[in-house]
């Protein structure tokens, strides 16, 4: 008899909206705990607070956080004398990152943009201006 507290993993992946090599993953480094199996036999038992563990796990993802991040703020999520402030801290340093990345992403796109005003469009391949850049260390240098 199953625990309405409890699910499998099949079940567990699909209320969180991943797969299950994604929940296995997360056992294998060390994320969330792999229930025990059952001595008679069956399947593993996913306990609310594992799935709960899993949609912060993908929510941390999907703001960018890696997994070695998620992993600490999961330890000062646990730390009854950890605060607020220490989590703040680690999402003011990811938004750093963030804009960071996308002030590199602006600098690649503008070079793009360059780089395709300057091709011609037609004619052959050997007079492709894209490719020639591509080919030149003057390309690295925007």
């Known amino acids: 008899m ?8 099949g079940r567990a992946a699909k209320r969180a909206g991943i797969g299950v090599e994604t929940i296995r993953f997360y ?4 994320l969330i705990a792999q229930p ?3 001595a008679a036999g069956g399947f593993r038992d996913y306990p609310a607070a594992t799935l709960s563990q899993i949609r912060f796990i993908r929510e941390a993802q999907d703001l960018g956080f890696s997994l070695e991040e998620i992993s600490d703020l999961m330890s000062l999520r646990a ?22 990345k996308i ?3 602006k600098g690649i796109g503008a070079a793009l ?13 050997g007079a492709c201006s894209i490719i020639e850049a591509l ?8």
Do not use: M, W, Y
């Open 2 to 9: 199953r625990f309405q507290n409890t699910t499998t993993i």
């Open 113 to 125: 943009g360059r780089l395709i005003e300057a091709c011609p469009g037609k004619g052959a391949l």
């Open 27 to 30: 056992e294998r480094r060390g």
């Open 103 to 105: 002030e590199r992403l």
């Open 36 to 38: 025990p199996k059952p």
């Open 79 to 100: 730390d009854p004398k950890a605060n607020c402030a220490q989590v703040q801290r680690r999402a003011e340093a990811k938004l750093a990152e963030v804009e960071d």
């Open 135 to 142: 080919e030149s260390d003057e390309t690295h240098k925007t």
